[in-house]
Nanobody, 122 residues
């Protein structure tokens, strides 16, 4: 059974930083393509970043501010978020799919975490 568990969300002021973690169990993360998505109230789920097969793509709204990284030894993927803005407020989800190719489309991912709330105050 594959499980993804996010942590690290919280309340931060605009301009601040947070680091989200997504701990995986059941399979080595190094064999997966990974993604982070977010969903704000009343809005559709939005692509944030994906990584796999040596390729990383960022959504335009987070490019230059967010960074994805992996620690294969801890089987954990991180999302470092800097220069946060109120419009970054959302529930953030990590996702994984079998295979090395990452996609920006959320429906390509097989496994999802439960989400972690990020709130950025102005």
């Amino acid at each position: 059974q594959v499980q993804l568990v996010e942590s690290g969300g919280g309340l931060v002021q605009a301009g601040g930083s947070l680091r989200l973690s997504c701990a995986a169990s059941g399979r080595p993360l190094s064999t997966w393509a990974l993604g982070w998505f977010r969903q704000a109230p009343g809005k559709e789920r939005e692509f944030v970043v994906c990584s796999g097969g040596g390729i990383t793509k960022y959504g335009d709204s987070v490019k230059g501010r967010f960074t994805i990284s992996r620690d294969n030894g801890k089987n954990t993927v991180y999302l470092q978020m800097n220069s946060l803005k109120p419009e970054d407020t959302a529930v953030y989800y990590c996702a994984a799919r079998t295979g090395s190719v990452a996609f920006i489309e959320s429906d390509k991912y097989n496994y999802w975490g439960q989400g972690t709330q990020v709130t950025v105050s102005s």
